[in-house]
């Protein structure tokens, strides 16, 4: 039975152990058992799923994974934590810890290893300080994956989810939404984690997307593009190109590329859609 959302319990196994929290590695211990199920919930997990949990501190998140997963691999950075999470998912024989840094993980080989290839689902209360990277990795090195079901800082959640010509969107939206389908399923406040973080956080399910939903002839090259775009938001799109450096995005061509799309040469990043940055980058690939 679950048993470590519930306040007390995290509290008598961190005394137990003497754990003193690591502020380097982002540990803020989930202490509700409704935020918990929720995420439970939003994962859609049943026992035909291996679940990849990232950094499970005590084990709290991963006794409810346990319960509805087929199997669990849970990856931490932290050995103090191990011998804790060997006492906490001692009932769980469905649970691997395995002891390391998630960024260093080759996690397509982890799938290939413990799910025969088949795509993961991965859960997670992420360590916020790294929020990006371990995404956007996951997404780029093409590891199979169902989805992605995270806690992560609010505003991270929002930027995801966020559409053309709000203040939220940005080269991270973009590159979410090119790989998946995000949603916001819950915002949580600081006191339902031990220690208490500064800032607030929510839960973001990524549904990943069999394949793109627009093509570029080059993805290097339209991340380059978007990334390009928002260095300097405040800008009209060509100049924030031109201002990048990179050839392809002279002026002159910039301007023609969005003349052959019909959109006004004064537009700014922030207004393209992800279909219209992948025809701009075509455009602009094929004409180098
Ligand atoms: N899952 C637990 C929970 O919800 O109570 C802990 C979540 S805490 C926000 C983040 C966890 O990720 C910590 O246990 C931390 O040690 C671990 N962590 C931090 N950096 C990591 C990394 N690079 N690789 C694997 N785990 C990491």
């Known amino acids: 039975m679950a048993t470590l959302g519930i306040p007390q319990n995290t509290i008598a196994v961190l005394q137990k152990y003497q754990f003193h929290f690591q502020k380097k590695y982002g540990q803020n211990f989930l202490i509700d058992t409704s935020v918990l199920e929720r995420i439970i919930r939003a994962a859609h997990i049943d026992k035909a799923d291996c679940v990849l949990e990232i950094g499970p501190g005590i084990g709290t998140m991963t006794q409810y994974l346990a319960e509805s997963a087929g199997k669990v691999i849970a990856v931490e950075i932290d050995k103090a934590l191990i011998p804790i999470l060997e006492e906490t998912l001692a009932p769980y024989e469905n649970v ?11 996690v397509g080989e982890l799938a290939e290893r413990c799910n025969g290839g088949k795509p993961l689902k991965v859960v997670a209360n992420l ?14 090195k093409s590891v ?5 079901t995270v806690m992560v800082q609010k505003e991270v959640a929002e930027r995801m989810q ?5 203040k939220d969107y940005g080269a ?8 998946a389908e995000p949603e916001i399923v819950a915002n949580v406040p600081p006191n339902c984690f031990m220690p208490r973080p500064n800032v607030g956080s929510a839960v973001v399910k990524l549904k990943r997307f069999e394949k793109p939903p627009v093509e570029a002839a080059d993805e290097k090259f339209l991340f380059m593009l978007i990334r390009a775009a928002f260095s300097q938001r405040r800008k009209m799109l060509i100049n924030a190109l031109a201002g990048s450096g990179e050839a392809a ?12 799309m019909g959109i006004s040469a004064q537009i700014r990043g922030e207004k393209l859609t992800l279909s219209q940055f992948a025809e701009l980058s075509n455009l602009l690939y094929t004409s180098e």
Not at 96 to 106: F, P, R
Not at 127 to 140: C, K, S
Not at 162 to 166: L, M
């Open 162 to 166: 966020a559409g053309p010509g709000t």
């Open 172 to 179: 991270l939206s973009l590159a979410v939404q090119y790989y």
């Open 249 to 260: 995005f002279s002026k002159e061509r910039t301007e023609a590329a969005l003349e052959a």
């Open 127 to 140: 360590p916020y300080y790294i929020t990006t990277p371990i995404i956007m990795g996951l997404f780029e």
């Open 96 to 106: 691997t810890v395995l002891q390391g840094d998630i960024l260093k993980t080759d």
């Open 144 to 148: 199979p994956l169902e989805s992605i």
